[in-house]
C-alpha cells in the first residue's frame, strides 16, 4: 500500500492551490492522510480526486470552524498508524510525540504542526512529519511517500520545489 502525508497546507490563508508537484507525487497513491492545518475543507476535495483522504483537524482549522477528528487510526497491511496535527510543546518534541503514539496504541504516529519534514525511529515507533508542501519552516517544502507491504515499511520524504506563487503574488491571491 501507497500512502501520501502532507500536513500544514494552509490553504487559501498562504496559497491558492496545492502546488501541482503534490498532485503529482501523489498520483500512484492509494491513500492520502493529511495531519491538519488544512484551513480549507476545499483541500479535501481536491486531493480526493487523486486518492481517498484521511485528515485531521489542526489548530487553525479549529480556530475556522474546521470539524474534523483530533486523532485517527487506520490499520494498513498489519500495522496501525496514528494521524494528529501535534501541537506538542515543544514543537516536534519526541517524547511527546512517543507518547501520543503510544497512548494511540500505534506502530507509525504522523504529525504535522512544525512544518519540518522528520523521519525518527524511537522505541519501537516510527515518528513521520511530512513538513509542509507551502510554508516550510527552515526546511524545503515537502510531503512524503510512506509505502507498506508485510509490515516492511518504507518512508521517502518528497522535495516539492518552488513555492505555488512569488511573494510578489502572495498579496493578490489573498484578495481573491
Known amino acids: 500500500m501507497l ?24 498520483s500512484d497513491v492509494d491513500l492520502i492522510m493529511h495531519a491538519g492545518d488544512l484551513t480549507s475543507p476545499k483541500v479535501i476535495e481536491e486531493l480526493e480526486d487523486i486518492a481517498p483522504v484521511v485528515a485531521v483537524q489542526g489548530n487553525m482549522d479549529r480556530a475556522r470552524g474546521i470539524n474534523l477528528p483530533i486523532a485517527k487510526v487506520i490499520e494498513a497491511e498489519d500495522l496501525k498508524i496514528g494521524l494528529v496535527h501535534g501541537e506538542v ?66 518512508v521517502e520524504i ?12 502572495f498579496d493578490k491571491y489573498k484578495r481573491d
Open 3 to 26: 500512502i501520501g502525508l502532507i500536513s500544514d497546507t494552509h490553504i487559501p490563508d498562504r496559497a491558492r492551490i496545492l502546488p501541482q508537484n503534490v498532485i503529482d507525487a501523489f
Open 89 to 154: 510543546y515543544p514543537r516536534a518534541d519526541t517524547q511527546q510525540l512517543l507518547y501520543l503514539a503510544r497512548e494511540l496504541d500505534v506502530d507509525i504516529l504522523v504529525s504535522g504542526h512544525s512544518h519540518q519534514p522528520k523521519i525518527e525511529q524511537t522505541e519501537g515507533k516510527l515518528l513521520l512529519n511530512p513538513g509542509s508542501p507551502i510554508v516550510p519552516r527552515l526546511a524545503d517544502r515537502t510531503v512524503m511517500l510512506l509505502e507498506i507491504n508485510n509490515k516492511e515499511v518504507d
Open 158 to 169: 518528497v522535495k516539492i520545489g518552488s513555492p505555488v506563487c512569488s511573494a510578489l503574488d
